[in-house]
């Protein structure tokens, strides 16, 4: 880092299933990173123990790193595993519309298989709904009802509502949430019980839906209400807790938090909801960033960490968002950035399959806790860290740069007795059967994802990143036909260090429910006419612009609260649109949302159809069933300081500056003499022929025989097929 006088940093901390990582930037975009093994039960001590590596590796103190830095951001697992370890779990209880006291119960239909792997979900009298996160006699209904024009039908029952939290409140509930139906439309009755909540129990948590997620669909809207609640406690009080630490140390500037959406926000700002996911969001907004630096059009991101492999595709029309996500197989309504997931990575554990008696591998994974046997932590099961250390890819000496030493010895007697004695083959060919079975996994999820849009591989640019990552590109990369492969030296710290990269940014939606039925339609020029829609239809667009108006209102006034002046703030706005009697949303960015006259309207009208024709053809059209508004997003934006990255000279082909050495490694056909390189002693135009190892402090990188790798300007490593 060589610190100079009155340096400031910026640093970005990622939690993930293994390790937790943290970037260090310096003014003029250079950065150093740091890793530390995550401690699930006590997620504050991993974060400073990832920051004080980082510290170390650049030649300064943790307490004169944290002094001198302007940005510290955070992207935690923390709600996520709550929900999925249900540790110390709240008593939460719910108030809901009468006759809807089993929404959570019951769920939707994909409730049995979502968020389960494929191989379980074949078979049905094996699967269930997962366990409701609240009691159902926490669960209470109270007469009252909306209509889906907002207008008060049935008054709410002050008195029932009042019994309903005396009631919550005898059980000993740690919080209670407030769903009804309709209120995103009109919020009055959700906040009258909130007024009785505040009275009975003034210090108790509260989350209503119309505050945290105002979205039609009550079953995933209802998920989103609890989960905010149910997580509430663990992330405030772990965000708390940093924050507290961190002022000890001299950090007293904004401590922002990833969001699952692609942004940052300041803790205090943040739903709990929101960070769900976060982590791996933070590698496709790496992604994102290295897309715009190379000028691709095409690139995909895959993140091969001790747990999990994560996918993120962004085509040349940019990244996409998941509607509905799934959490800890509960569909909720907050969108995320689209990232897709399976259980594989380093510490996926490899089995012989007692009905088939066949390898099997994954997706159980070994974790952080006890992790891989050559970790030596109390791990049985050999996982795939453990073949590669008997392969001979992963150097056992040199582990995270020499800190953490591997046992070769325990790691091969594991896969003896647990994979080849039962196979009858011999260490090293089961070691090599484990890799080819999860690179052949990732590389299925990699093919199927970009055949199910339609997109032609030979077009993309492959990001390789996680810890793992680059161990396995090579394998799971293999005769699909991408354009090449791109590795960066911080590949094992990439989440973190695409955090760094990420504007403020904050969403805000909610469901208008405009009904636009039998628009006039002209069928000369194939366009909806207008001229007396505004009248006729006056009282819904009145509805959706006061919708539209306080979603404004909103983001301004949260990002005046980040710090941001109006002037800095960018917005965006999105509309789902349908035709009448559809059931699938068209995703549509008109440039502005407010219908002010008939201009405004005909504007998002003609944005609808020419995406409608764009995604279907024209002859698809459904004009006679009018328009349905579904939801409108609004998104806001600010930039902050980021790394900018180095051009470096040109230094010419030879690499042997970088050589460290010979080594036997284990590929297709047997043990392969493979020259060792230093990663971070590669320069420009450096250029290596596979087979071959590339060895970072936290990663390596493995080219197979019939690959080639290529340093570029950025000290990058770009891998193609051998020509």
């Not at 302007?70 to 249900?86: D, K």
């Not at 209670?176 to 009109?186: A, E, H, T």
């Not at 799971?476 to 090449?484: A, P, R, S, V, W």
């Not at 936290?698 to 891998?719: G, I, K």
Request: proline share 5%; aromatic share 8%; hydrophobic share 40%.
């Amino acid at each position: 880092m060589n610190p100079k006088k009155n340096e400031k940093y910026i640093i970005y901390i990622d939690t993930g299933g293994t390790f937790s990582d943290a970037v260090v930037v310096k003014q003029d975009g250079t950065f150093v990173s740091g890793k530390a093994p995550t401690t699930p039960q006590n997620l504050e001590e991993c974060f400073f123990n990832c920051i004080e590596a980082a510290a170390k590796n650049g030649g300064k103190s943790l307490q004169g790193l944290l002094s001198s830095t302007e940005i510290l951001g955070y992207g935690t697992t923390a709600g996520t595993n709550a929900i999925l370890t249900r540790y110390n779990a709240p008593k939460i209880g719910l108030i809901i519309t009468k006759g809807f006291e089993d929404t959570t119960m019951i769920g939707r239909g994909l409730g049995r298989w979502a968020g389960i792997h494929p191989l379980e979900s074949i078979h049905i009298p094996t699967t269930d709904r997962p366990e409701p996160l609240i009691r159902r006699r926490l669960i209470k209904g109270v007469t009252e009802r909306i209509d889906s024009a907002g207008e008060e039908i049935i008054p709410l029952y002050e008195h029932e509502a009042e019994q309903a939290v005396k009631e919550l409140l005898a059980e000993g509930v740690d919080g209670i949430c407030v769903v009804f139906l309709w209120s995103f439309l009109n919020d009055s009755h959700e906040l009258k019980v909130k007024e009785i909540i505040q009275a009975l129990a003034p210090d108790l948590p509260t989350s209503l839906s119309c505050e945290t997620s105002p979205l039609i669909r009550e079953s995933s809207r209802t998920n989103s209400t609890v989960v905010n609640l149910y997580i509430g406690t663990a992330v405030k009080r772990l965000l708390e807790t940093i924050k507290g630490r961190l002022n000890t140390y001299g950090y007293k500037k904004p401590f922002l938090i990833m969001q699952a959406a692609g942004g940052l926000s300041r803790s205090e700002v943040v739903r709990p909801v929101t960070t769900l996911h976060s982590g791996p969001v933070g590698g496709l907004v790496g992604v994102r960033f290295f897309k715009e630096v190379y000028k691709l059009d095409n690139v995909i991101g895959s993140d091969v960490g001790g747990t999990s492999f994560d996918v993120c595709i962004l085509p040349k029309e940019g990244s996409a968002y998941i509607r509905e996500p799934v959490v800890a197989r509960f569909p909720i309504s907050n969108p995320m950035m689209e990232i897709i997931s399976i259980g594989a990575g380093g510490g996926t554990i490899a089995y012989i399959d007692e009905l088939t008696g066949m390898l099997r591998v994954g997706p159980h994974s070994a974790g952080a806790v006890p992790g891989p046997v050559c970790y030596q932590r109390g791990g049985t099961e050999p996982t795939v860290t453990d073949a590669d250390v008997v392969m001979g890819r992963i150097d056992p000496d040199y582990f995270l740069g020499g800190t953490m030493k591997l046992d070769k010895e325990a790691a091969w007697k594991a896969i003896k007795e647990k994979i080849a004695g039962p196979l009858k083959v011999s260490v090293e060919k089961a070691a090599h059967d484990i890799c080819a079975i999860i690179d052949k996994v990732m590389a299925d999820i990699l093919a199927s994802t970009l055949r199910q849009r339609g997109l032609d591989p030979g077009e993309f640019s492959v990001f390789a990143f996680g810890g793992a990552g680059p161990a396995h590109c090579g394998g799971y990369t293999f005769g699909i036909g991408f354009k090449d492969v791109i590795v960066c030296p911080f590949a094992a710290t990439f989440s973190a260090f695409g955090a760094s990269t990420a504007d403020v940014y904050h969403r805000y939606e909610s469901s208008p429910f405009v009904v636009l039925p039998g628009l006039p339609f002209n069928v000369t020029t194939g366009r909806f006419t207008v001229t007396e829609i505004m009248e006729k239809y006056r009282a819904n667009i009145e509805r959706y612009n006061r919708i539209c108006e306080t979603l404004i209102e909103r983001a301004f006034g949260d990002m005046t609260e980040e710090g941001f002046k109006k002037d800095e703030v960018r917005m965006n706005f999105i509309l789902e649109m349908r035709y009448g009697g559809q059931l699938h949303e068209v995703v549509t960015r008109p440039q502005r949302i407010m219908i002010s006259n008939v201009d405004d309207l005909n504007h998002i009208l003609t944005t609808f159809e020419e995406e409608y024709i764009r995604l279907y053809s024209e002859g698809a059209m459904y004009s006679g069933g009018g328009i349905e508004i579904y939801n409108i997003t609004v998104e806001v934006s600010a930039g902050v300081p980021k790394p900018t990255p180095v051009k470096h000279p040109y230094k010419g082909k030879d690499p042997s500056a970088a050589f460290k050495g010979v080594r036997d490694v284990w590929f297709d056909k047997g043990y392969a003499k493979s020259n060792v390189y230093e990663m971070l002693r590669l320069e420009n135009g450096n250029y290596i022929k596979g087979p071959a190892i590339i060895e970072g402090v936290d990663t390596t990188f493995v080219v197979p025989s019939d690959r080639e790798v290529v340093m570029d300007e950025y000290l990058n490593m770009v891998m193609t097929q051998k020509a």
